[in-house]
């Protein structure tokens, strides 16, 4: 014994272990001291000796290959993949081994002598036992276990060049034999371990070819399908696209893409593979191999005849997850993702790749919430009441402690990394010190509280709950700072925009609440989505995501207004003004050098504007006489008036009105002002500017106002048109009483002299008050009648170029084309940039076509004007891609990039991709697509989604669209070859104009409105035979019948059943070529109605009612869309589509089940 503690390894417990190993098996008795005292003195020799004993006995290129081939593994060897690759190298005889000669010697090997390979295996196994390796039965996978064991091998063996190389051949061959058995590359008995060890040995090997060869096969994904090991199929894609850098092969991303985007799809329902393949564009090779595949085997598939022929863009990177996610977090560098799960695993995640670190096994009761503390610490909440904090880069616990007596409901940490928040149901917010386990401050809210978020710059957080409330509290003293009240329903989260003066509250009910915090002043409320608002979170350039319970991301503008077109004429000049006509149907721009354009409603449908020409001088001010007569000013002081009835317009007078530029005009009943640069503002009657006998010359202004001590920039009358408020260069806004101009001359009736530290550049009354802005970047509120201020409006960092008022709000643009609204009281409301360029004019008015919407006209120096709707939430872009709740979005604080989790097990990495500005061409659907309908000739298409919008196609692409309300677009049939019925808000008629059509102008015109919105909505809409009446499915379980010639109605329920009406739903109805409906009905059991429809209009029962057997146990509310086959050889089968994402044909006359197509 002493002589074993004279060694310089015996402190060490394997040097001990492998030193009595040794002497077991080769010591006699009476040499033992010998034998130890030759033995070397370190662990690191010891191993070396013992292992030049393997080699003294088994030889030094069996030890060598056997070692070399379990170190480079990952997951170690089984007794029979070992003897596979011993017998492969024996073939190859020590030859330099290529893969293609290797996998060819693999099969035709005879086999490794069985004697000497059990001898050294059990050479082999006590080494391995002796360093550590747990005892494990006969037949095991072998291991390299340890570090030192590893080390010794690399030291020994790794020192002869492409030794480690041939490893991973001989390992890439074997695995290759297993995959593809016998050799036919159909890979249709080839095992789960095999598919999923290949590729890392083929990209160590260096054979990329051969490992792109694999990831472009269908059969090889389908096998991956097969075996449930698709999620597990973006590692090799990661590595290959790793080792081949910038030289990727388009092929080989094509096929990452795809398998991205039908991931979720193709492992829920495995038989739509070849399906979705096909659906690929017809030049790429998952196209061509999918319907080889399909053809070859007799499979019946659906052409897409007018599909893309450009692949899609993926949006994000799909991680699938081993548990159902419950929480997420992003580290600060945004470099790694932590998402926490209901077993208590946490998952690290590369944000850049998608591909998971590692794991940790955490002692919670399942993690409910996680937070990054540092780059090197992640917090976890759990549903026990529980806090841990773990390190990241050693994996193991730092801390842990019972913080809350219920559920860790969320947690966040302050932008300066110091505290950490947390809330629980059991009414506690508790703020901690970063990294320590006891709370610094605590505050009892008197109810479960499910949401935290702290300001990104003052010291306040935030908390929301079950009491419908949001509070904003002070972290030094936890005193109340602002509290937020009214919501529909408890508070699920909330979130500060990254400037901090907005905050966001999502409800249980599914609607967003946008809150000027400070004020407590609630922007704006909106539904977002059906069912629980999950999350809502801030990006870092102010848009609002968004999911919840309906299995929908959605992004957000994350502030009111909403782009609704933008106008642009052929001709490129700065647009300096714009004027709404009276009713809001037209708007009249005046140009720099270009005269007068006026553009008509629809604006989104670019129908061509009109030209009012005039001396190509410069128009700054426009205003209507009425909804046909036109005044514009321009620059060299004359007045304009047009006809725009006429086509093109005419030009009835042109006056000379100043003696310099017209630079604003304003219109009551019985007047028009101008105002001048000359420093007078001049009346004119009406009624002598209307079309008349009168030459221009006898033309002569009413009256001329002089007060101004310099240039009249702008100039409003009130409602009642008894004063003119007029505003100039000289600071100064003069109110004058025009009464009765007819009678005595006007005169001042309030003046406000140096009211602006600036010129004042625009003024417009709101009521009984006077709101003027000016080059100081301020709007004010005056009350005429004291001549005081009552309000300054700040927020402007630029001259302001126009102001107007709408429905208690106060709206300004500034020269850099920001656009700011408040209240009356002085919150502000929204903030954007309304023109990219420099602005020089805005005008508000009301659009009659969208329920008298406020509209926002502004106009630019590059000549386009944006029409926008400045106090409407912007609809959604629609994220899709999870398939059920989504429960927890974590956004990176370094980049656009953000990683949401769902209840169907994955994670999805998106990344948001810049888009050029402005509308340009037609808007996609922003969500679901409700409802489709063919024309009788084939020529169109129309399709409708859920917000409502009309989406009219020809020969495969978009032509126009169209809002025909707010609500969901349940039906829609051709009544004709050019009518739509449309079924929305109510039931209209629509009508498609082909000159517009063909020349991309247009076309979708609201014809009549049959129906006002009722009670029962529409579920289907059939017209038997065209031209005819349309037969409309109820949700209440009846028929409306309508004939359109005669507009006429006729509604009927079929006679009473053994069932209730109650059960009655109509959920499809179609007709066939005799006009025989077929109305598919019944929500327990499905049944087919066949009915004619008579001379007077009215539905006739054609024959008993017959119950349709879908599937065993499958109620008919599964079914959503049934279409019958036509033709002999299928008569009495039909296709039908459930809500899952299949079709299925079936022949209820010969089958009793459906099969897949």
Known sequence: MRLVLLKRGSKQPLYLMLLTQDLRLFALYEKLSERIQKLPVSLPLLLQHLLGCLEQDHGLELVAIALVSLWASRDGLTERDLYGILATWKELSGADIDLEEAIHAGRRAGGYPMAPFFDFLRSLRGLLRACGSPAEPPGSRLHLYGTPLRTAVEKRYLRKPGLDRTAHVLLAAHWWKLCDPDGSRSFRNCEAESLTALPYHLVQSGCLDILASLLTDLRVVSAHVRLCLLPSLSEPYALYEGAVGSEHDETVASFRAFLQRNMDLVSQNPSLLLQQAANEPESSALCWQAQAELCGNGRRFLKWINKPQEAQESMSLVLPLPATPSSVSVSPSGSLAAVGTVEGTIHLLDMKTGQEQKSLLSNCDGISACVFLSETSVCLGAFDGRLELWSVREGCRLMGSDAHKAQVTDCCISSDSRLLATVSLDGFIKLWESGRDCWTRERDCTCPLNGVTFHPADQLVATGGWDRTVTVLDVNDMSVVSEMKGHDAAIRCISFSSVGNVLAAGSLAGTICLWS?????????????????????????????????????????????????????????????????????????????????????????????????????????????????????????????????????????????????????????????????????????????????????????????????????????????????????????????????????????????????????????????????????????????????????????????????????????????????????????????????????????????????????????????????????????????????????????????????????????????????????????????????????????????????????????????????????????????????????????????????????????QKTLLLPAGKASVLSACVPVPGGPVVLGLTDGALLVIGLSAANFWKSKRKKMSWSYGDHVCFDISASKEGILHVWDSRKNPCLFKMRMTHSGKLREEENSEPIPWEPRRPSIWVTVVRLVEGEARTGSFLFGPRSPELFLHDFEKQPSPSRP
Request: hydrophobic letters at 40%; a neutral charge; one cysteine or more.
């Open 517 to 1005: 915090w400070r004020e407590a002043v609630a922007l704006c409320t909106f539904v977002a989505h059906s069912g629980c608002v999950a999350a809502a979170r801030f990006l870092p350039g102010g848009k609002l995501i968004t999911a919840g319970e309906d299995a929908k991301v959605q992004l957000w503008t994350g502030r009111l207004g909403e782009l609704w077109s933008t106008l642009q004429p052929p001709a490129l000049s700065a647009a300096l003004c714009a004027a709404p006509s009276p009713d809001g149907s037209r708007l009249a721009v005046g140009y720099h050098s270009d005269d007068v354009w006026v553009y008509h409603q629809p604006w989104r449908s670019g129908v061509d504007p009109t030209h009012c020409k005039g001396n190509r001088v410069a128009v700054c001010s426009l205003a209507w006489l009425d909804n046909l007569f036109l005044v514009g000013g321009s620059n060299d002081g004359s007045l304009y008036i047009w006809n725009t009835s006429d086509l093109p317009p005419s030009c009835l007078h042109k006056l000379q009105g100043h003696e310099r530029a017209v630079t604003g005009l304003a219109v009551c009943k019985n007047l028009v002002a101008s105002t001048s640069d000359d420093f007078t503002v001049r009346l004119w009657l009406t009624e002598t500017l209307r079309p008349s006998s009168a030459t221009d010359t006898s033309i002569s202004p009413l009256a001329t106002l002089r007060g101004h001590t310099a240039g009249v920039t702008c100039c409003a009358f009130g409602l009642d048109g008894c004063y003119l408020a007029t505003g100039g260069k000289d600071r100064a806004l003069f109110l004058w009483d025009v009464k009765d101009p007819s009678q005595k001359t006007p005169t001042v009736w309030r003046s406000l002299p140096f009211c602006h530290r600036d010129w004042i550049s625009t003024c417009a009354w709101t009521g009984p008050v006077l709101l003027s802005g000016s080059h100081d970047c301020t709007v004010c509120l005056w009350d005429p009648q004291t001549g005081k201020c009552l309000r300054v409006f700040l927020g402007h960092q630029s001259p302001i170029c126009g102001v107007t008022s709408e429905n208690g709000h106060v709206i300004s643009v500034d020269r850099e084309g920001m656009l700011v609204a408040w209240d009356l009281q002085g919150v502000e409301k929204t903030r954007f940039l309304a023109h990219p360029g420099r602005a020089n004019h805005c005008a508000g008015f009301r659009d009659q076509t969208e329920g008298k919407t406020c509209m926002l006209a502004v106009a630019g120096s590059d000549g386009t004007v944006n029409i926008w709707k400045p106090l409407t939430m912007e609809q959604p872009q629609v994220l899709s891609g999870h398939s059920a709740a989504v429960c927890g979005v974590a956004v990176s604080p370094a980049s656009s990039s953000f990683l949401t989790i769902a209840k169907d097990k994955t994670a999805r990495l998106w990344a948001l991709r810049q888009k050029d500005g402005g509308v340009k061409g037609l808007p996609e659907h922003r969500g679901v697509i409700t409802a489709v309908a063919w024309s009788p000739e084939g020529e169109f298409a129309v399709s409708g989604g859920e917000h409502g919008e009309l989406t009219l196609w020809q020969e495969g692409k978009a032509v126009t669209t169209a809002k025909t309300g707010s609500r969901c677009i349940s039906a829609l049939a051709f009544t004709s070859p050019h009518t739509v019925l449309v079924a929305s808000d109510g039931i209209s008629l629509w009508s498609i104009n082909t000159s517009e059509c063909e020349a991309g102008t247009g076309g979708l015109t």
